[in-house]
């Protein structure tokens, strides 16, 4: 501002300044002028006077350097001259004072030098003997005033430009401080000049528009802070230059970082380079997926391009704690080809048997055992039939009907199912506790007792134990099933309530189990909200607790 402010003041100055010397030059030069011409004439008749009185002896008196006089014959010969001798001059008959002088008796004209600084008035008259007596004068031009006001001038502009500078600090101070105690903040409560009123009003109106965008930005960022605050999953935002904008609790979990690492390279908290491929990928082609595995967890990453306005601007990564699916599918696909399995090998005893018999490959004498071979195997497979249905139905979660049961009665009745069994293998089954009633699906109770209880009598030693007791706190109902069996593996108890899983699989043949019953145990306990525990070791037994709640377990 202090320069255009300069160049204003110093552009009013000169041209003031230029238009003043062109006026004073041009009014001085004129009165001069005519000042001159005056004198001239009144010299020239005084002169004309003495000439005519005196004759020539009067100009040889005269002693002026202002005026040359010069004297004239009729035919152009210079007869005297005040500053030059008259026999070296030229003829003056061609000369246009002389000429005018000659033919009116008066002439005048003026002649510039060559170098245009000055310029000569002649004035001549004739006199009464026919000579004509000139007066001559040198007159400087305009050329020569500017020439000569050259230093003055200069001056003027230096002491101009000085001026101007200092006025157009003081005048930028004064106009900017103004504008320098604006209150933006509050734009309509500035007292400054008329002429910002407009402007202070639009930044006024400006300010609502951006206060409001603020508040309904901020209102978004709380909304968008809340919704992912609390998700489960994991999300993270980055930018087309692969920085974190945002991520929230559950993504800092999975990358094991905090809040500082907003603003930071994505690279920073995830090393990974399937993860690094990944973002790339999303960022060129639009998706990505990929599954990976943090502390145990498997997790699926998708990773979608953001762009507005047809540009890339980032990319969202979105978490997804696919443990307990990864652990169904797996689940799954083993069930399949344990249920194949199962199912195959007593189909194939009972078809090898029935073929044996079919083709008389069978002794008279060994037909019993063929038979009882093929009894026994599809009882096996209708067991395990009717296991597999059970387990469907509680993976399907269908809604069975609840009722009071007293567990201590449920616990008897069983025992008393597996008093032939335990007596086969010499083991001694008790029941004992107090009655508790509880809400629940009498049929899957009776199941949890009687696959434990079965289990115990089927893993114990001769002359073993098995001990079943029903207490009751006032809160939960308590079962626990004790026995004095060959026990299990500290590497085995994580997964023997796994479908078909078998710790000692050569026994459980013997046994004639189906490899479901602790599996059915643990879905039925968890219909119920019930807590399973267990303690075992190999050689001492096992003991199996199941915390039943005594309220409604929905």
Partial sequence: MTKKIFRSVFLASMTVLIASLVVVLGVLYGYFSQVQEDELRTTMELAVNGVEQMGQEYLETLNSDDFRFTLVAADGNVLYDTQSDAQTMENHADREEIREALVSGRGSSSRYSSTLTEQTIYYAQRLSDGNVLRISVDQATVLMLVIGMLQPTAFVIILAVVLSLILSRRMA????????????????????????????????????QIDAQLKELQRKSDEFEQITRYMSEGLVLINDKNVVVSVNRAAMEIFHTDASCIGQDFLTIERSTDMSHAVQGALTDGHMEIRAERDGKEYQFDISRIESDGSVIGAVILAFDITEQAFAERNRREFTANVSHELKTPLQSIIGSAELIENGLVKQEDMPRFMANIHTEAVRLVALIDDIIRLSQLDEGDELPYESVDLLSVAKEVAASLHDAAAAGKVKLTVTGESV??????????????????????????????????????????????????????????????????????HSKESGGTGLGLSIVKHAAAYHNAKIDMVSKVGQGTTVTVTFPIGDPE
């Fill in 437 to 506: 009633t509880i809400k629940a699906v009498r049929r899957l109770v009776s199941e949890i007792v009687f696959n434990l209880c079965d289990n115990a009598i089927k893993y114990n030693v001769q002359n073993g134990s098995v001990d079943v007791s029903v207490t009751s706190d006032g809160k939960d109902a308590v079962l626990t099933v004790r026995d004095t069996g060959i026990g299990i593996p500290v590497e085995h108890q994580s997964r023997v309530f796994e479908r078909f899983y078998r710790v000692d699989k050569s």
């Fill in 173 to 208: 101070k004064r106009v900017v401080m103004p504008l320098n105690e604006l209150d933006f903040d509050h734009p309509l409560e500035n007292d400054a000049y008329e002429e910002l009123s407009p402007l202070l009003t639009r930044i006024n109106r400006q300010h609502r």
